[in-house]
Every structure is written in C-alpha cells, then in structure tokens.
C-alpha cells in the first residue's frame, strides 16, 4: 500500500479557527478517499499563525530560520498540499500569501492542491476563484476544479449537508489525482555534481 | 574536564547547572572545550596577582571608585601570545561595503568625503595592528561611496607596507573586463603585487541596466567575462569575441601583469553552486559573505567548492582555497558588547528590522561580545569548512562612528587575530596550501618553469 503526504497549510488567525476547522475536514476526508483507494495517507499541518514572526523575520533577513524551514520542507516535499486561508479584504490574508512568497518559485510545480477558504459571508466565496486559483497557477501547481468555501452559517448545520458534500467532492478529486502518481520527489539538490560540465558552460551558449 | 590517566580512557567534558549535569565525550566538542580550557588557563592571572585584584576590587567597592587594573602576568596572554609570529599560514583582515550610513544613535550621517577618508583610515589601522588584508567592495548608487575601487586601494597602496588590498567585490558582471585588467594590473605595480581580487555578480537590480547589462544573464556574464579577464592578462594579443561585449581584434592590455603573474582572484557567492564550479574549475579561490545566512549554506557552498576543486584536478578537496568573511563587535564584558552594538544591528541596512540580535547571532555567524567569544566561535568555523586560508570580518558598517570601528580594529589585531594565527596553525596539516600570494605565485609560476602564455593554451 503506497504511503502519501499530505501537508496542510492552515492560516487561520484565532483559536479554534474556522480555517483550521475546515482544513481539518478537508484533511480528514482525503485521507478517507485515499483508504476507499487502497492507499494510506499521512497529514502534517502546518499553522502559518506559528510562523507568523518567523514569516517577517524571512522577508527582512532573506533566510527561513529552522522552525520555519521544517515547515517549508514539509510543504514542499509533500505530495498533495491542503491550502486553506480566511478572505481578508477580498483576498487571501496576507499571512497566508508571504509563506508562499517564501518558498522557492519551482517548489509546488506539479504538486496536487487543494484550494480551501473561510469567511463570515458567503459574499467573499469567489475569492477562492479570483485569487486563490491564479496563485497557484503561478506557482505552476495543480489546484483541484472543486475548491471549498465555507462561511459562517456553513457550520450552522440545519440538516445540510452542503459544506460535507463539497468536503468529500473535493477530497476524492483530490485523492483521484495522487492515485497513479509516483511518490513525490524531493526538489533536485542544487549541490549535486552538475550535469552540464563547465566547458559547456563556457562554449556552449 | 575530566582525565583518567590511569584507565587510559579519553577525557570527558563535565558541565553542571542549577538543574542538570551533563558530560560530553566526542572528540570534537571535548577538543573545544580543551581548547577553551587552555585559553582561560593561559589568560587567567596567578594566584597571588589574582588575590591582590580580588583585594584591590573589594577596596574598591568600599571606596566606591574604581579599581585600578592590575595587567595579566602570565607568560602568554591574550594580548601577546603569537603577535611576534606572523607565520601568514592563515591570513586576517578586514572588508567593507563603503556605505553611508546614519549613525542611529546620533542621527549624524558622515559626509561622502569623511566617508572615504575613514576608509583610509580604517586600511591604516589595519595594517598597524598587524592585519594581513584590506578589501572594499564595488557600487554604483547611493548610499556607497566605493564606485572607483583602484583610486583608493592605490592610495592605500601609497601609504602602507604589508597590507594585501583586495575587493569585496569587483562586479565581473557589470564592469567592463577590459578595464578590470588595465585597473588592476596597474594597481599591481603601483603597490609591488600587494593585490588579490574577489568576484562577484551584484544583486542590485538596475545597476545591470545602467551598464548595458540584464541581471537575468548574472551567470552567463560572470562566465563570459571572467573567462576574457583571464586570457587578457594571461595573452599578450587577444582576439576575442563573445555574446555580452564588442570583440577584440589583436589588443594588448597594458600595462601586463606584474611579474607576469596576474592578480590572484576569489570568487565570492552566497548561495549559487555555479560561482563555486567555476572558482573549482581554474582552481581559484571561492570566498562565502558568511555574514548573512545561516552557516549550513556556507557549509554547502564550500563542500560542492572543495569536491569539484580535487575533481578538475587542483588537488585534494582539502588544498582548495577557502575564504570566509564573519561580523564581530566586541567589548571586555559581553553584556557591554550586547548593549553598545544592539541600536545598530536593530536598524542596520539588509538585515535590520528583522531578527533579533539574539536570534541573528544564533541563526548567523554574527558574534556580539567579549574576544574570547569571538575567538571561540571563529575557531569553529573550521568545523564545517575544513582548514581555510582567509578570514575576513566586516567591522565598518552600519552607521557604527570611525573612532568605535578603530577600536574594534585594535581589539581584533591584538586580542582575536594572534590567538586565532595560533591555534589555526597548530591544527593546520602540512599538506594544506597557504593563502596564495604574489611571492607564492611567482615562486610557483618559476617552479612549475611554465608561463603564463602555454597555462593559457590550456584553458
């Protein structure tokens, strides 16, 4: 039975938060699409609140000090990410967008991603589509088609089971997207002998 | 440190505080800790000397001034210990960005003028207290003062005997390397082969267009041009023509190198293996900042450095030529350090605003306190670089006034350096070259009865 690594990467501001809530959700139910796979999954969760000094710190001093960067190694040598975050004036908060600000620009290319966000209203639900989605577009990840908002009256429950039924669709697009796939690679080591000697280097331009 | 003499068994280091005891029983932490033992030993005054400070001190409180000092009197102190050796197995100087910055404490901002005289004078004093390199870096926009690196590096020249003059760096990137060759071969002969230089790409993004360039191209141009500024001092006649600069066709760089020997160069990279394969290719020298990221890049860096170095065929990975820089500010008394130094690290250009300086100096080689702090943390750099041939500390920045950075300078000359000298000599195998020098090379260049025009039909 193959093995996966699931990051999650909650930013959530409170505790307990929502955004932690519905990434732990989330989390739980690919977990659970990969065992109806015939595959066993492992979460790490990383609380970006955590590494909320560690953030600034890295933007100023140029470098992820050793806290920080068990959290980047177990974002990037995951292979599926959980990305949730709270819409902050129309966007995902800020907190949020410096950790993937931090990770090198070739870190998630090809990662599976699972878009999550959270707000008081589903007034913001788009952010998910508008903002969310074209970050990791960039970053050159592949965000799963369903992404999942949830707002306030979300967990209210009255019998819906809305916000489950988006849960499990997400997770089993999600799961359906490791399955098949080799395990994920560590990036390349940037200090192995260099496969393009340096008479090319020199010659060949 | 406890020793068991009878049993033959290896010491063991045995530490105790309020709430635990511990012992320590690798070899390399009971190295340090002998090493540091010995230190303290050969600093410490004897007993009757300390009874009478003791004495003195307590007179003192009951007086409620203060002590008068009492010297240390040991046959080796800090102070003297190796001074007079000057072996130059390792050598230990100084370089500098040239920045103008405010002093926070005062909100005084040196004029450019006092700035580049204190660069002088920083140079000088250097060479007084017995340093072996004086290296400035290379920038083209404010708040730097240090365009025109061969201007003052030629006046230094002028006024000093001894002192290598060296960049921290020159911009293979962006700088003509036509004129790299003329300004420093020149500089050569003015200062009797007293020059070495270290180079580098730059990281400021519209320098590049300044000058023509794209910093897209950083490698492709420190490649291109390091590999012209070769051949120019190494051919009489040079045609040449590449992607980055309009060729050559039969032209002479005047005047040649002195001897016949060019300049020895470094290459200086934080973080990119390519700088490092290409020092490793000729088998230059590599050179890590050191300064600013945590020591397990260095690490990296240097190791991809020393590896590709023996696999080019230079030599074992232990004879390549490694250079490290460092940042130190030092008082007697740590917490005085801590204290003097904090409102300049707190604001300092690059890293300010960041990290605390308690964080910093544990993420960081920075070191905030007393000498023997300095000593001890220096001494460990070897640990994950292996024997090195340079040290380089970063003493004039950040708005820090002239007369706290030639105090500095004297600590480290007198203090730091002579132990360091020492204790990096003891270790150092015999097989592990010196730091390259104008005699070095020539001397070399004679031995090997080769000259520099057949080394040039090989690379």
């Not at chain 2, 992607?243 to 200086?268: I, M």
């Amino acid at each position: 039975m193959t093995t996966r690594t699931i990051a999650v990467v909650s930013a959530g501001l409170s505790n307990p938060s929502s955004t932690r809530l519905l990434a732990d959700r989330l989390a739980t139910a690919t977990v659970a699409a990969l065992r109806a796979r015939g595959e066993d999954a492992t979460v790490e969760v990383v609380e970006l609140r955590e590494h909320a000094r560690d953030l600034a710190d890295d933007l100023t001093s140029g470098f992820a000090n050793e806290s920080l960067q068990a959290a980047i190694d177990a974002v990037v040598g995951a292979d599926a990410v959980i990305a949730v975050t709270p819409v902050f004036s129309a966007s995902y908060s800020g907190l949020f967008k410096t950790f993937f600000d931090v990770l090198d620009q070739d870190a998630l290319i090809g990662t599976p991603v699972l878009l999550g966000a959270t707000a008081g209203t589903a007034r913001h639900s788009l952010a998910l589509e508008y903002a969310m989605r074209p970050l990791f577009a960039y970053l050159r990840a592949v965000p799963v088609p369903t992404g999942v908002f949830a707002a306030g009256e979300d967990w209210a429950g009255g019998g819906s089971t809305a916000l489950a039924d988006r849960v499990d669709r997400a997770a089993g697009e999600l799961a359906d997207s490791l399955t098949g796939r080799p395990a994920a690679t560590r990036p390349a080591d940037p200090f192995a002998d260099p496969t393009t000697s340096f008479e090319e280097l020199l010659t060949g331009r | 440190m406890l020793n068991s003499p009878a049993s033959g068994a290896p010491d063991v280091v045995y530490l105790e505080n309020k709430t635990r005891i511990s012992f320590l029983d690798t070899e390399a932490e009971v190295h340090r800790y002998t090493r540091a033992f010995d230190l303290i030993s050969d600093m410490a005054l004897d007993p009757d000397r300390s009874r009478a400070v003791l004495e003195d001190e307590l007179a003192a409180l009951g007086n409620d001034r203060v002590a008068p000092r009492v010297p240390p009197a040991s046959s080796c102190t800090l102070n003297q210990c190796g001074s007079d050796e000057r072996e130059h197995e390792m050598q230990f100087g100084i370089f500098t960005v040239g920045d103008v910055t405010p002093d926070p404490t005062t909100g005084r901002t040196p004029t450019e003028a006092e700035r580049l005289k204190s660069l002088v004078t920083i140079a000088l004093k250097a060479e007084e207290v017995g340093l072996d390199v004086f290296a400035q870096g290379q920038h083209h926009n404010p708040p730097f003062v240090v365009s025109s690196p061969t201007t003052t590096l030629g006046y230094i020249a002028a006024k000093t005997e001894k002192l290598v003059l060296s960049t921290s760096t020159t911009l293979i990137t962006t700088t003509d390397p036509v004129k790299i060759a003329e300004d420093f071969a020149t500089l050569q002969h003015v200062a009797d082969g007293r020059v070495d230089l270290m180079m580098g790409r730059g990281n400021t993004g519209p320098v590049y267009p300044w000058f023509g360039k794209d910093i897209r191209d950083g490698i492709p141009l420190a490649v291109e041009n390091y590999q012209l500024l070769r051949r120019l001092w190494r051919e009489d006649v040079v045609d040449w023509s590449g992607q980055f600069r309009t060729p050559l066709q039969g032209f002479t760089s005047t005047p040649r190198p002195l001897d016949g020997v060019p300049p020895f160069v470094w290459h200086g990279s934080i973080r990119s293996p390519q700088i490092a394969e290409q020092a490793a290719y000729y088998g230059d020298g590599f050179f890590h900042n050191h300064i600013f990221w945590p020591a397990s890049h260095t690490q990296q860096m240097v190791e991809f450095y020393r590896r590709r170095f023996e696999h080019y065929g230079h030599g074992s990975a232990d004879q390549a030529i490694v250079g490290l820089g460092g940042q130190v500010f030092m008082r007697k008394n740590s917490q005085d350090a801590v204290k003097e130094f904090r409102p300049y690290f707190d604001v300092a250009p690059v890293y300010g605003h960041g990290p605390s300086l308690e964080e910093f100096t544990s993420q960081t080689p920075l070191t905030v306190g007393s000498p023997q702090q300095v000593i001890e943390r220096t001494l460990g750099f070897r640990d994950y670089v292996g024997d090195y041939q340079r040290q380089l500390f970063l003493m004039d920045h950040a708005g820090l006034p002239l007369k706290t950075v030639l105090e500095q300078l004297d600590i480290l000359g007198e203090e730091v350096v002579p132990v360091l000298r020492r204790e990096f000599a003891a270790l150092k195998p015999a097989h592990v070259p010196d730091a390259p020098t104008h005699a070095s090379l020539v001397a070399a260049r004679d031995a090997a009865g080769s000259t520099p025009v057949a080394e040039a039909a090989t690379r």
